[in-house]
């Protein structure tokens, strides 16, 4: 699928929406008394910005990127109505749009684009944080993406942040009783030296 389809592809899908009010990542909810007080914030592939909502009402000021311009608008309505401080931007998102040193907080949920892994942890300030959070091979039910491509590998998310500090990390796989507990996702807060 080219870009021009992906973006057809999920503003379809957000037009087909009709609630928009969806909650923060679990990682970014559970982990949320690690958020600097004031700051920069960066909600990758922020579909309609729960995350990038939740930053700015906690005094950072957020970019919201998507490549779906339906979802772009969205995030940029609630942020407006809500008087937070939220710049949402269709983009495509490659490493280069990613600037070095610049955002003290990036949060990236049901998103996996390995190839971006580098400019993400370069794009990151020194103490800065990585919120991460999407769905693994061992899962328990048929939830989020079918191909492997999209999926990580059992601590595979660990080693996507090599050098970082890692302050909170959780993948339950298909363990012990699959009726409790964090299943189909791995989710990681990593600090950058």
Known sequence: MDNEQIKQKWDRIYSDETEQHWPPAEVLDHYQHLLPRQGTGLDLACGYGPNALFMAERGLTVYAWDISPVAVSGVQKAADTKRL??????????????????????????YLD?????????????GGLLFYQTFITEKIDESGPSSAGFLLQPNELIALVPGFIIRAYREEGAC????RGFRNKAMLVAQKP
């Open 85 to 110: 401080t939220v710049y949402a931007e269709v983009k495509d998102i490659d490493g280069h749009a990613l600037l070095a040193d610049h955002f003290d907080v990036v949060v990236v949920a049901h």
């Open 114 to 126: 390995r190839t971006l892994m580098p400019y993400l942890r370069n794009s990151i300030k020194s």
């Open 176 to 179: 012990g009783d699959t009726n």
